[in-house]
């Protein structure tokens, strides 16, 4: 049983019965599931940060010893068959969304606005103004 600390903004996507994915620094390679058990209905403020315990019930593993530091990944939301992109391709002026879309013809980009889904840190689900097989241009950070 691992217990865990989400902000506010976190911890109202998460609710029992929910699938985890938790790995270990020191077991590299290896993965872990879990289940939510709880969400704390109370929370705990430190620092004008209002903060919720999660419990996670995780499957038994004889490597995993008491006061590992444990990275988990609480699956809130599960799609299939969408179009997503990678979330450095998104640009956003006066709240709305565009990707630079590549004209193979003329080999130049130009902005296309497009509606965005969920996201998930590294990616981006794109509901409309984008089909699949269109080529972007992506920054890159090197």
Same mark, same amino acid.
């Given at each position: 049983?691992?217990?865990?600390?989400?902000?506010?903004?976190?911890?109202?996507?998460?609710?029992?019965?929910?699938?985890?994915?938790?790995?270990?620094?020191?077991?590299?390679?290896?993965?872990?599931?879990?289940?939510?058990?709880?969400?704390?209905?109370?929370?705990?403020?430190?620092?004008?940060?209002?903060?919720?315990?999660?419990?996670?019930?995780?499957?038994?593993?004889?490597?995993?010893?008491?006061?590992?530091?444990?990275? !988990? &990944?609480? +699956?809130?939301?599960?799609? $299939? =068959?969408?179009? *997503?992109?990678?979330? /450095?391709? @998104?640009?956003?002026?006066?709240?709305?969304?565009?990707?630079?879309?590549?004209?193979?013809?003329?080999?130049?980009?130009?902005?296309?606005?497009?509606?965005?889904?969920?996201?998930?840190?590294?990616? !981006? &689900?794109? +509901?409309?103004?984008?089909? $699949? =097989?269109?080529? *972007?241009?992506?920054? /890159?950070? @090197?």
């Amino acid at each position: 049983m691992k217990f865990l600390h989400f902000d506010e903004i976190d911890a109202v996507k998460i609710k029992q019965g929910m699938p985890a994915n938790i790995t270990f620094d020191s077991l590299p390679g290896k993965m872990c599931k879990g289940i939510v058990e709880k969400v704390a209905d109370i929370g705990k403020k430190n620092n004008d940060v209002t903060t919720y315990d999660v419990t996670i019930l995780m499957e038994q593993n004889n490597e995993v010893k008491t006061g590992m530091n444990a990275n !988990v &990944e609480i +699956i809130t939301d599960r799609r $299939e =068959g969408i179009l *997503i992109v990678p979330l /450095s391709a @998104i640009v956003k002026k006066e709240n709305k969304y565009y990707i630079n879309v590549i004209d193979e013809k003329n080999n130049k980009t130009y902005l296309r606005e497009i509606q965005i889904g969920i996201k998930n840190g590294e990616f !981006v &689900e794109v +509901i409309n103004g984008l089909k $699949e =097989g269109e080529k *972007i241009a992506v920054k /890159s950070n @090197i």
